[in-house]
């Protein structure tokens, strides 16, 4: 089989001896590791040949070009699970990602915790839930939404990508289909777990739940995948649902008897577990090159592995003085300033951000980040912010002569980067939201950002209102199928899903429908309360 990656070695480029942070580039990831140079290498190399094998398994085409940055997806490594939990204010998450269009990141530990026994500290087992596990887990959910979107239900999300996060590299290709061992108890627990509770979703989603999403989507996903046992049932049922069939009656009329698919399903976990083990021929590993960063950078990358990884109100402002401190001891520095500039954005000190921003510009003028901030700005002051509750940040009146200006950035951040899909989000909105005619530059503009990163909720959610605006509305329910089946914000998903259900029964509750799914930019948005209850994750 011809490989779509090159040949490669290791490429070390020389720089100065006192940072403590690396970056290391493959074809789809950039990685910043607070390790060492052969740390940095082997984990982007890993997350590469993770890319190629789901590629291969999924039969997705070669690349037609060599990715922009601004389509690779940026890992930060550092510290531990502990560590990487207080970035989100959580002690149960051992690594995450984030899929933004334009600026997707992930967050990995770069050691495994110790747990504590009678005798002190002992190594993790091989039931405890891996780094690199979690890190496959959570990219094949990234996988699943850019290369394959649609309406994919709670536990076969979960199901899949628990049976990529197993996956074992070997020395000429992998191995997928290995035992989830960290999974094991919850099985066991769950034995009793009706398996037709995982195709209808709860009014409240308990703790069960969602274990047993994880733990039996797994068990069901392996076994239609790998078993031959019902060969075409899996493929039946997903198009069902993406036919907005009920996910219990497509359930039924893919596989039947629910209750002799559970019986199937538990024979199938007492066997020993197989799963398919592909070799390539002649097999050489992805290139890769890497740097050790400076100290500018060294000094950027926790404060924008903060920032990137999304702050509360109280973050951004704790965030301020040391980006206020970076932009004054590396004026010279490029990422520097633009780490400081995302700090005061989300702080909201739109002028310090400013500053920031157009040094930036006058640093490297063919980055497109510091036109999308400055245009963000501009459009935080066109359409005006009105905190909700008790809040440090102040109130800005909307200022309509600024629209103007916010588009006129947003083009020339595409033109620097006509493959960032941000900037073409950003122009629509800009266009949108100013109460005028949208051109047709920015209707095309909207569409190419959606083809470009159909992962993100957001683009997929302007793009469903635009075309109920045009009352495409099938169209419309097809963009939308992925959100409406989303397990987070369930409140909000289930009000969207019955005003979807009403406009399809009665056209005239169009309205309804626009004004729920009516765009706003997403660092002025500011979460309903009753949306904050949601499911665990890993």
């Known amino acids: 089989m011809k490989l779509k990656l090159a040949l490669a070695g290791l490429v070390l480029a020389a720089t100065p001896a006192h940072a403590e942070w690396y970056q290391a580039d493959t074809a789809h990831f950039r990685v910043y590791s607070d390790s060492d140079a052969e740390t940095a ?19 997705i085409s070669p690349d037609e070009r060599e990715p922009e940055l601004s389509e690779k997806l940026t890992l930060f ?4 699970a502990r560590d990487i939990g207080r970035l989100v204010d959580s002690k149960s998450v051992a690594g995450f990602f984030i899929p933004r269009g334009g600026n997707t990141v992930a967050f990995s530990p770069l050691r495994e915790e110790r747990q504590r026994g009678s005798r002190g500290y002992n190594r993790s087992d091989d039931t405890d839930l891996s780094p690199e596990t979690v890190l496959f887990h959570e990219y094949a959910h990234y996988f699943m939404f850019r290369h394959a979107p649609a309406a994919y239900p709670y536990w076969y999300r979960e199901g899949f990508a628990e049976v990529y996060g197993t996956l074992e590299l070997t020395d000429d290709g992998f191995i997928i289909g290995a035992p989830a061992n960290h999974r094991a108890s919850t099985l066991k627990a769950l034995r009793a777990y009706d398996l037709e509770n995982l195709f209808q979703r709860p009014e409240k989603m308990r703790y069960r739940d969602v274990f047993a999403a994880y733990a039996q989507g797994w068990l069901l996903s392996h076994y239609l995948t ?13 198009d069902l649902l993406n036919q907005r069939v009920p996910s219990l009656d497509a359930a039924r009329q893919a596989f039947g008897n629910l209750h002799a698919l559970q019986s199937d399903m538990r024979k199938y976990q007492s066997r020993r577990l197989s799963g398919k083990t592909v070799t390539f021929d002649g097999y050489r590993p992805p290139e890769v090159t890497v740097r050790e960063v400076s100290d500018a950078e060294a000094a950027s990358l926790p404060i924008r592995a903060q920032s990137q990884s999304g702050v509360t109100r109280e973050m951004a402002l704790d965030l301020v003085d040391d980006a206020r401190q970076l932009a004054a001891n590396y004026p010279d520095s ?4 633009l780490t400081a500039t995302e700090a005061l954005f989300d702080a909201r000190l739109y002028e310090e951000a400013t500053r920031a921003a157009e040094r930036a510009q006058q640093l490297d003028e063919e980055s497109a980040w510091p036109n999308i901030y400055l245009g963000r700005i501009a459009l935080t002051k066109a359409v005006g912010f009105e905190p909700v509750g008790e809040t440090e940040w102040p109130a800005i009146a909307a200022d309509p002569s600024y629209f103007e200006e916010a588009q006129k950035q947003f083009a020339l951040a595409n033109r620097k980067d006509p493959q960032n899909p941000a900037s073409l989000h950003e122009y629509y909105l800009a266009h949108r939201l100013s109460g005028e005619l949208v051109p047709e530059t920015a209707l095309i503009a909207l569409e190419n950002a959606y083809f470009n990163a159909q992962f993100d909720r957001s683009f997929r959610q302007t793009l469903g209102h635009l075309l109920l605006l045009e009352q495409r509305d099938t169209d419309a329910l097809s963009v939308l199928g992925p959100v409406i089946n989303d397990p987070h914000a369930p409140k909000r998903i289930d009000r969207l899903n019955k005003i979807l259900e009403e406009l399809e029964a009665d056209p005239s509750k169009r309205a309804e429908a626009l004004e729920f799914l009516s765009p706003e930019p997403d660092w002025l948005f500011q979460p309903d309360p009753e949306d904050e209850e949601g499911d665990d994750e890993d």
């Open 41 to 59: 290498a082997k984990t982007a190399v890993r997350m590469e040949r993770l890319d190629e094998a789901m590629r291969f398994m999924l039969k």
């Open 77 to 80: 490594q550092f510290g531990t």
């Open 226 to 238: 790998f078993s031959g046992e019902r060969d075409g049932q899996l493929k039946a049922y997903l």
């Open 334 to 337: 490029v990422m520097a300033q």
